[in-house]
């Protein structure tokens, strides 16, 4: 039972950070507004996203809820049963951050009918889609996760 506890901690500080990030953006800068962190390189761009990634599914907000809580509870299952700090670091590790950043994105399309992005990268000359925090989670989710299938130990 503590695990859960802990579990529950470290996705509610990671979603309440993500959440004041999003909010700290939308009042500090306009809508589409652009400040250049690093020159041709990163900026904070303020957009608001009805779809998924790359702008996938645009304006399919329902379906977008319905896979997310779906996802919630598949992830959610995982961790309660196969989380494990001790044996299982990687893969306990990834559930939190797909849970959190699958929280993070849900609450703005809930509260918002839009998900709040802002981070704007440059790479090699290619203007990678604007993304927010939770995307970062739930990138850094999947690839742990996918890290933690391939080095699986067989019982």
Do not use: C
Not at 6 to 21: K, S
Not at 56 to 71: A, K, N, P
Not at 110 to 115: A, G
């Amino acid at each position: 039972m503590k695990k859960y506890v802990i579990y529950l901690l470290i996705i509610t500080v990671l979603v309440t950070i993500e959440q004041q990030v999003k909010h700290f953006i939308t009042v500090s800068i306009n809508i589409y507004q652009k400040v250049v962190i690093i020159q041709d390189l990163f900026t904070i761009t303020y957009t608001k996203n009805e779809g998924a990634a790359w702008g996938l599914f645009q304006g399919r907000m329902t379906f977008l809820i319905i896979i997310t809580v779906i996802s919630l509870v598949i992830f959610t299952f995982v961790l309660i049963k196969h989380g494990d700090f001790k044996n299982e670091k990687l893969l306990t590790i990834s559930m939190i951050l797909l849970i959190s950043g699958s929280l993070g994105n849900f609450i703005n399309r809930i509260l918002l009918s839009y998900v709040i992005d802002y981070l704007d990268f440059l790479v090699f000359g290619y203007d990678f889609p604007v993304f927010n925090l939770a995307d970062v989670f739930l990138t850094l989710g999947v690839s742990g996760y996918a890290i933690s299938l391939i080095f699986k130990k067989e019982s």
